[in-house]
């Protein structure tokens, strides 16, 4: 429909993201309260007879969720929520390990006053907090935002592409789960390092920030000295 | 499916001739790349053109920019640091991983890559080209980590398409295309060298200060402010 008609109109336009944006919201909301569970098949006709709508705006929505990181499409099998399996979840977290060292050392060359307040704004939320999902908002927040001062646009996108659906994992597996205000703690010395009063590296830094949340977070990086051991590529010779 | 009887261009023909004319200098870097304009020149519809702009754009030879349409790549000096300051990063990752994990049949590959960006066969830059990004996959598939095989693949695709577009006339750069025998001994595990020292010695070779928007650039200005 042409703008110009829509001015002269009576009613209310009813856009197209309405209800791609409302399928967004539902689906995400399923997936936060556990009623549709991590590795699950969203059938695109299934969900177009249940919401009672045209396939398009499911369509879209599976789009959005998919750039979101919440789910995936696995070409010719089709869209499942998002989980991770052990070591892929090792795999980004290797990645993580050297990315974000860089991401935290160039954000410590760029690091304002207005710049450190924004992150110590978006902790002071964390620790208030006491939903185990906005935990888990709050600290992708953190995280994107140290990326971004890094000055470098590239590296952001790279780590948001890459480690968002961690994130989304994070998200989709930890409903009614844990204290969420621990988390916070694990952020304040990534804070520590920024602002310039840390005497590690900036890969101890991130080393143990990971290890707060995970387990073997370095076994696919440089970093881990068993690397050649475990992994299973060697076995395929 | 509705066929046009009259088209001379299949879909592959339309993504060859669009590549063809952009590698070989005929649309040049920074052009913009108008679907309609194109499907009418070809007298076909626009349904193939626009699998063909997709296609280039997935090889890194096309860039949208939103509200304005499709363009040739066309990087800035800025630019191109930025995305080498990253890949000098996650490269050196890959080179020691790779030094851990490779295997043999990589090695193999590794090798004969090595060999004949070393012989002295004329080959065109497009050749070149092919042959270094294949050479440097290689290395990042026995990083033994997908996802940073996935994010160096991300972040080179640009690189390289930038470099096909913009060098299509320039001589071949035979010292660095030798300089891959370096990287070839690093990790076959015959060098004493560190990945960090090889990868910086190797991109500086094409680039100027290819460290700039990378850390490497903060510690050297603090390691010359101490020797002045």
New interface residues.
């Given amino acids: 429909m042409p703008n110009s008609t829509r001015l002269r109109s009576r009613f209310e336009p009813l856009e197209a993201e309405t209800y791609k944006d409302r399928v967004v919201n539902l689906i995400t909301e399923a997936i936060l309260n556990g009623r549709v569970k991590a590795g699950e098949r969203l059938n695109e006709s299934q969900l177009a007879r249940e919401l009672n709508l045209s396939r398009i705006p499911i369509r879209e929505a599976l789009q959005t969720l998919e750039e979101m990181g919440l789910v995936v499409n696995v070409p010719r099998r089709g869209t499942f929520v998002i989980s991770l399996s052990e070591d892929?979840i090792q795999?980004?977290n290797?990645?993580r390990l050297?990315?974000e060292a860089?991401a935290l050392?160039?954000c410590r060359?760029n690091i304002t006053s207005e710049k450190l307040h924004q992150l110590i704004r978006l902790l002071e939320r964390m620790e208030k907090t006491s939903s185990q999902t906005e935990t888990w908002k709050l600290e992708l927040e953190f995280h994107r935002a140290i990326w971004r001062f890094s000055?470098?646009?590239?590296?952001e996108?790279?780590l948001t592409?890459?480690i968002i659906p961690l994130f989304a994992h994070g998200i989709v597996t930890s409903f009614g789960s844990e204290v969420a205000g621990l988390r916070a703690k694990h952020h304040w010395s990534l804070l520590e390092y920024v602002r310039g009063r840390s005497q590690q590296s900036?890969e101890e830094v991130m080393m143990e920030h990971l290890k707060g949340g995970f387990h073997n977070p370095e076994r696919?990086?440089?970093y881990s000295p068993t690397?050649?051991s475990t992994?299973s590529?060697?076995t395929?010779? | 499916m509705r066929e046009n009887t009259k088209s001379k261009y299949t879909k592959d023909g339309v993504l060859n001739l669009l590549r063809e004319r952009i590698l070989s200098g005929k649309t040049s870097a920074g052009q913009k790349l108008n679907e309609t304009g194109l499907a009418s020149e070809l007298q076909i519809s626009r349904v193939p053109v626009r699998e063909a702009l997709q296609r280039l754009e997935e090889m890194g030879l096309v860039m949208t920019v939103p509200r304005k349409g499709k363009f040739v790549v066309n990087l800035t000096v800025e630019?191109v640091q930025?995305?080498n300051?990253?890949r000098l990063?996650?490269e050196v990752?890959a080179l020691?991983?790779c030094r851990?994990?490779l295997?043999?049949?990589a090695r193999r590959i590794l090798s004969a890559l090595a060999d004949k960006m070393e012989s002295d066969e004329t080959i065109d830059y497009n050749e070149v080209s092919r042959l270094d990004l294949e050479f440097h996959r290689t290395i990042w598939s026995?990083s033994?980590?997908?996802?940073?095989e996935?994010?160096l693949t991300?972040?080179t695709t640009p690189l390289f398409a930038h470099r096909a577009v913009s060098h299509h006339n320039s001589l071949v750069n035979r010292s660095i295309l030798r300089h891959h025998r370096v990287l070839f001994e690093y990790v076959t595990g015959s060098s004493r060298r560190t990945p960090g020292e090889i990868m910086m010695e190797h991109l500086s070779m094409g680039y100027p200060h290819p460290e700039r928007?990378?850390?490497l650039a903060?510690r050297r200005e603090s390691r010359n402010s101490l020797r002045r």
Avoid: D, H
């Avoid at chain 1, 000055?151 to 590296?155: K, P, S």
């Fill in positions: 892929n795999k980004i290797s990645f050297v990315g860089e050392r160039l060359a000055g470098n646009e590239y590296l996108k790279v592409a890459t900036a696919f990086s440089s690397v050649k992994l590529r060697q395929k010779r | 630019e930025k995305i300051s990253i990063i996650f990752e020691a991983l851990r994990n295997g043999s049949s026995q033994g980590n997908e996802y940073l996935k994010a991300m972040i928007f990378s850390s903060l």
